[in-house]
């Protein structure tokens, strides 16, 4: 069962920040919370995880709350690309990686 | 690299017969697993492997068998072909399968069962 919530869409607009919450309020210590992406049916793709602290690369930030109970995605400048279902997840191995029905984020022009 | 290859990207069965879904990967990687993704849903877990010989069940086995012979290979077999198997099927491997890594999918099967 997916332990997480996230809102079922969302809307931004080109070039603007993007962010995307998810609740994880039952979240244990040893487990990390991850962030997928589906661009139309492709395969999902890796974006960011991290256990306590922020993480940011090259696609994206995460911000996860001194609780741990909740984390927010940042897309800082999004393009129409990143249009797509975004699923967050919270585990601690690939057997229980589990998938809810994720938030689908329109990117407006 | 090619990364993680499905085989074949569409299929159409009728209910009964039986198919094998190919995946394999070219990155030496020790974790493998299936998903399935039926309309407006999101994935879950068939059946997963940590290593060559190792097999485990995942959310949803029922109706589906694995085997995992070689590292590169993860072939999933559906025995006897149900209309509620419709469904798209991804094939996902990580060099890390209990501690925590990175997940790299292939680009689906889509399979009906009529």
């Known amino acids: 069962d997916a332990k997480t919530t996230q809102p079922p869409s969302m809307d931004c607009a080109e070039g603007r920040a993007a962010n995307l919450p998810c609740n994880h309020s039952?979240?244990?210590?040893?487990?990390?919370v991850y962030w997928y992406r589906q661009i139309h049916s492709q395969g999902p793709q890796y974006i960011i995880h991290?256990?306590?602290n922020n993480e940011t690369n090259e696609m994206a930030s995460l911000i996860i709350t001194e609780d741990r109970k909740s984390s927010t995605l940042i897309l800082p400048h999004a393009t129409l690309r990143d249009t797509a279902v975004y699923y967050c997840?919270?585990?601690?191995?690939?057997?229980?990686?589990?998938f809810g029905s994720g938030t689908k984020l329109n990117v407006k022009p | 690299n090619a990364g993680v290859t499905q085989t074949p990207k569409f299929q159409v069965l009728k209910t009964g017969q039986s198919m094998t879904l190919q995946c394999a990967q070219d990155?030496?990687?020790?974790?493998m697993s299936w998903y399935r993704q039926d309309p407006g849903m999101g994935l879950r877990l068939i059946h997963y492997?940590?290593?060559?010989?190792?097999?485990d069940q995942g959310e949803v086995p029922n109706g589906y068998n694995v085997s995992r012979s070689t590292t590169e290979d993860f072939p999933l077999r559906l025995l006897s072909a149900a209309p509620s198997q419709t469904s798209v099927y991804f094939c996902?491997?990580?060099?890390?399968?209990?501690?925590?890594?990175?997940?790299?999918f292939g680009e689906g099967s889509r399979l009906t069962v009529l």
């Open positions: 996902a491997s990580s060099s890390s399968g209990g501690l925590i890594g990175e997940l790299f």
């Open positions: 039952t979240i244990s210590g040893n487990e990390y």
């Open positions: 991290g256990l306590k």
């Open positions: 997840i919270v585990a601690n191995n690939f057997n229980k990686f589990y």
């Open positions: 990155m030496n990687h020790e974790y």
């Open positions: 492997s940590v290593g060559a010989g190792i097999t």
